[in-house]
């Protein structure tokens, strides 16, 4: 499988970069959510009623990651919005300079 950014260069290569990352983030949080709800998380009701100590571990590591990709959905949405601007302010400026 080729990367969507193999052919790409400049700002396309890293519009395509920061738009893979926020759909693999955005993936990654809904599984998260999915695990969650089998798990459950530390310091919640299901953590307390008989469930083991492998469990409330999981539940931290989810959350753990949970803010991670939460941190990766962030960075990756606010450079493509930021990209996005970038290039649409470079097209406008080289329509100016060809009139």
Not at 27 to 54: E, T
Not at 59 to 88: P, T
């Amino acid at each position: 499988m080729k990367a969507p950014w193999s052919n790409q260069t400049g700002l396309a290569k890293w519009i395509a970069m920061s738009a893979t990352a926020l759909g693999i983030s955005l993936g990654l949080c809904g599984l998260n959510l999915a695990s969650f709800s089998l798990v459950g998380w530390s310091g919640s009701h299901a953590s307390h009623s008989g469930q083991s100590r492998i469990t409330d571990h999981a539940g931290a590591f989810l959350m753990d990651a949970a803010y991670a990709e939460a941190l990766a959905i962030i960075v990756s949405a606010v450079l493509l919005v930021l990209l996005i601007v970038i290039w649409v302010i470079r097209e406008v400026f080289m329509l100016v300079r060809k009139d």
